[in-house]
């Protein structure tokens, strides 16, 4: 178990530039999750992938924003056209799937800390 | 609507203090999923303990314990003779899989353990 990994650590960049984050979940985790963090706040839920396929989207992700996971493995989460507001800290998580509930613990990754210029 | 409070934004206590933390929940469903998480300066989130609404047993692993009350919608955690190391943020979270997935996190305790 090598845990969540995610890349890159740390992305500052211009207003405007489009950014890409790798996540790499626990090998045998099914679920994963990204959730994006601001100071003294909670991580917020963005969307979750089972497999491959991405089952749930929050009203939080507007259209800049955009998640993969194409082999089920890795996930990329894109944003186009960055804005001041996404400066935050994105967090990858992955879980196991037992039934059909979201009972497992989640394991997060460190985060990528995105600073918008 | 889903919430998750914790109305305590930072305490700080001496080491070999007990500290509680308290969590408040809100869910119109009844079946539900409550978390606590650790996150230490490092930044990342250690998961702590899982408890489901079915099962409102207290549980005690080493100096942690925690108090489930469904009736008071509560979930606190308790630390016993806190050390230097439990300081972190402490975020409770709620899951509830009805409708859509929804996993929410309350906004976070910090904790300060002086030495």
């Known amino acids: 178990d090598t845990g969540v990994s995610q890349d890159p650590r740390h992305k500052i960049t211009k207003r405007g530039q489009n950014v890409t984050f790798r996540c790499d979940p626990i090998s045998e985790h099914n679920r994963l999750y990204w959730y994006r963090q601001t100071l003294g706040q909670g991580p917020e839920f963005l969307t979750y992938f089972q497999n491959e396929a991405q089952l749930e989207k929050s009203r939080l992700l507007s259209d800049r924003f955009s998640a993969e996971r194409p082999k089920g493995s890795f996930s990329t989460l894109e944003i186009q056209r960055t804005e001041q507001g996404d400066s935050a800290m994105y967090l990858c998580?992955?879980?196991?799937?037992?039934?059909?509930?979201?009972?497992?613990?989640?394991?997060f990754g460190d985060g990528t800390r995105l600073s918008i210029l | 609507a889903q919430k998750v409070t914790q109305a305590q934004t930072e305490i700080s206590v001496v080491e070999k203090e007990d500290v509680t933390l308290d969590c408040v929940y809100e869910?119109?469903?009844?079946?539900?999923?409550l978390f606590w998480y650790k996150q230490p300066p490092s930044g990342e989130l250690v998961f702590l303990i899982r408890?489901?609404?079915?099962?409102?047993q207290n549980e005690i692993s080493g100096r942690y314990s925690w108090n489930f009350q469904k009736s008071t919608s509560s979930f606190n955690f308790t630390i016993t003779a806190s050390q230097v190391v439990d300081s972190a943020v402490y975020f409770c979270?709620?899951?509830?899989?009805?409708?859509?997935?929804?996993?929410?996190f309350g906004t976070g305790t910090r904790l300060k353990v002086l030495a």
């Open positions: 998580a992955s879980s196991s799937f037992v039934g059909s509930s979201h009972d497992q613990p989640q394991h």
């Open positions: 408890r489901n609404s079915f099962d409102e």
């Open positions: 869910t119109r469903d009844t079946t539900y999923y």
């Open positions: 979270a709620l899951i509830t899989t009805s409708g859509t997935y929804k996993y929410i």
